[in-house]
């Protein structure tokens, strides 16, 4: 006999199943939602089965949207001669954070990867290039992750579109803003030396 | 506008109710239900309806059942005459890990805490009192938290059953096995020597 009943403990292996989330954390979470009352549990239900039919994907930048096209690229203010392309819809939020970009935006879903089988046709480079085909588009900026993949993608993607005229860019390396120099790792260190600008 | 949809932001904000789960961590599972499969999501949600209409009170114990006895109280093997006093469902499954045990449960839905307004007569110490009607029942473990609330409510109810012949006995304090006497706090480290055994 296991200690839990068979409907707690489906639901301790669905939150379980989450990146991060330990048996432990599944057991307080499955015990919060047997708190809950029972509206309160239908509302969450209905939040992730909502969640999951009515967001798609944005038919011209493949960031998430809840209608045929997203938010920004519906938007009549954002400059549309700019595209930052990032690898995950959550580098999407984090750049809208900063409130400094006023472009818009093309969601590769992934990186190029060959040790996890993912190659350029696996991530959404070809949606990209159809964007590029009128000329309204003046430059992109490569906001993939600086990670090996994150790095390779960019690489790829700026060869492919330098042939057409088009200006590829990618975000400064550098030490993070209130980090302590004496533990950043040399590689971000020396970036941040060749990057130097005048002040 | 917000960076997010509103589908995906109420999914968020529904787990970050979740005692412990902080804004980040609401954002990475909402994500990974939509990373999910139609079926997935549907499961998912299905989880949490049904632990939450399935999973009642057992009659006698209180503890979580699927039916109108939790299997403790159904099983035949265990031993009727002694009742292990819980705070919580968890502290039962927690206990149920030692296979030490093979006495019954009462689970008290909390502990008495003047300070959240909680008196006996929030918690279940009158289900508790009317188990021992008839004879059967020879000693109550009282199992609380060692808190200064789990303790309270120990105090409380063996003042309550002593009158009516029932030994009532607490489960031992003394330092954890496997951990360093050096950070022991003084508390834990005099209750073990007041406890000490013969070897």
Do not use: W
Not at 17 to 41: C, I, N, P, W
Not at 146 to 166: D, F, H, Q
Request: hydrophobic share 40%; proline share 4%; glycine share 6%.
């Amino acid at each position: 006999m296991g200690y839990n009943l068979a409907p707690l403990q489906n639901l301790i292996d669905h939150f379980e199943r989450m990146q991060g989330v330990g048996h432990k954390t599944a057991q307080r979470m499955a015990f919060y939602v047997l708190g809950l009352s029972d509206a309160e549990a239908q509302d969450f239900a209905k939040a992730i089965t909502d969640a999951h039919t009515k967001i798609k994907q944005c038919k011209v930048c493949c960031n998430l949207a809840d209608d045929e096209l997203c938010p920004i690229c519906k938007s009549n203010v954002r400059d549309k001669s700019v595209i930052c392309v990032v690898e995950d819809p959550r580098d999407v939020a984090a750049i809208e954070r900063t409130h400094e970009y006023n472009g818009v935006y093309h969601v590769l879903h992934g990186a190029i990867s060959p040790m996890d089988n993912i190659g350029p046709d696996q991530i959404r480079i070809k949606e990209l290039v159809a964007r590029l085909g009128d000329d309204t588009v003046e430059e992109v900026i490569m906001a993939t992750n600086p990670t090996v993949e994150g790095e390779a993608t960019a690489m790829y993607i700026s060869r492919l579109l330098k042939p057409m005229g088009i200006t590829v860019s990618r975000l400064a390396y550098g030490v993070p803003v209130g980090a302590d120099l004496e533990y950043a790792d040399e590689v971000t260190l020396s970036r941040a030396l060749e990057g130097r600008s005048l002040i």
